[in-house]
């Protein structure tokens, strides 16, 4: 039985007319950069979580449903009330999410920062620094979230053998339960969307094989196909969407199940042929092979870049120890270019708002602070309306400059001039990750030419 509220009747649904309640739905983005940051990664899940949480009894009219008593088919429809919260219903998020951090709410502090920032509805995922951490932090939580709210917490998987071990059969996760784990490889886990290899430690990309009509709606599905929060993958993407912008302004404007025009299908089709390059694409987990935790300092290196197509910014970080220096890609986002006319300057001067937008995320997520920030880019133009202090700009360029300047200091912005690392052909490269005929290039956005410059 699915319960759909979203589904119309006489005009309305259900989810229009109950209360949505406060988005306290944490940061996807900010989950992730967070499990990248140490040795021993790990995930669980809250078991059935929207039915551990009760509707209030004079609510329970609005979850009405027709069923047949005792499952028998052959018995008149019956009317029935939900009890619990469930899937579709527009304030179960809200409701579950505000119970779990209510759960916690007499927990360790570790265990609340697990249960109230690391979790994305019933999804938790966190790293630590090492395998007796991890388990104590997994069992704490375990506990907790039993005596605080009855939930159980299972579904485990990590990339530690040493730290399944420490676990029951029945609390790992369905592909974990039947292995040995001393002799077998461990499998592939989907977390929040992505595909994480937790024997190698990595993400991977398996892309759906079913093809998708011609159309702008088959077009955006199978560019939107390819779920990348974290922008390992930006450059291919936005190679799709340049090719969705060149058909759409042609002056042919279909509606979604019209098929595009005949002279982009070849182009098209080479794309689309391409991704599956990505399945040899495997992205370490870890930003770099030193914990965040434990280095003695950090910097954040934030590139941007634009061509007349599109915008893009690139962050790494810089990780230090007394006798090591590491660097690891940290977040990446690329955009199609405006297409009323904009000149190169005001380009470069998006992208270097997009570099700010990018830091944002970072420090809010990250727990970083301002200082720690480098920003690049090779506009001198940019670079003047960020250190200016005495002329006054246009609107358009006056609200980008103060957006930039709120976050950072003129000083924490640098010119670097390597065209040749940047822009290629006309398009985006800054993160280095393009498909040829033989492959991905070597110089992924993981270890290419910013890696070095921000090493150096």
Known sequence: MVFDSSTRYKGVSLNE????????????????????????????????????????????????????????????????????HVFGNRPSPAVATY???????????????????????DDGLISCASVP???DLMKRTQLDLMEGGQLRLHKIASNSKEFLCQFDKNDLAKDLKNLDIGEDNLPVQRSLGLS?????????????????????RGVLSTINSLFDP????????????????????????PDWDTPLPKDFQGQWEVWVNSL???????????????????????????????????????????????????????LG??????????????????????AIEIAEVIKEHMDFTTGMFHF????????????????????????RVSRIRAFCCPEQWNGTFLDTIFILFGHITLFRLRITDEGLVPETCMSGPCCKFIRS
């Open 17 to 84: 007319v109950i209360m949505n309640g406060q988005d306290i739905t944490n940061n996807l983005q900010g989950i992730l950069l967070r499990f990248r940051r140490e040795h021993i990664a790990m995930s669980g899940d809250v078991e059935q979580m929207f039915h551990q949480f009760r509707v209030h009894e004079p609510h329970r009219n609005y979850l009405r449903f027709l069923w047949h008593p005792q499952n028998d088919l052959e018995e008149p429809l019956q009317e029935y009330r939900m009890t619990v």
């Open 230 to 253: 974290i922008g390992f993958t930006a450059p291919v993407t936005l190679e799709g969407k340049l090719l969705l912008k060149e058909m759409m302004t042609t002056g042919y404007s």
């Open 196 to 216: 994480w290899d937790i024997e190698q430690d990595t993400f991977i990309f398996r892309l759906l094989s079913d093809p998708k009509p011609f159309t702008r």
């Open 99 to 121: 119970g779990i951090r209510r759960s916690v709410s007499d927990a360790d502090l570790d265990v609340r920062d697990f249960v109230c920032r690391n979790f994305y509805v």
């Open 133 to 135: 951490k991890a388990v």
């Open 276 to 330: 599956h390059h990505l399945h040899y694409l495997n992205i370490p987990r870890m930003y770099c092979n030193m914990s965040v935790k434990e280095a003695e300092s950090l910097e954040v290196h934030v590139f941007s870049d634009a061509s007349k197509h599109a915008i893009a910014a690139v962050a790494y970080i810089r990780v230090f120890t007394k006798s090591k220096v590491d660097v690891g890609f940290l």
């Open 376 to 399: 690049y880019t090779d506009s001198k133009v940019s670079l003047g309306y960020i250190s200016n202090e005495t002329r006054r700009f246009h609107v358009y360029v006056s609200n």
């Open 333 to 354: 986002k690329a955009k199609v270019a405006p297409s009323n006319g904009h000149a190169l300057p005001r380009l470069e001067l998006c992208a270097s708002l997009l």
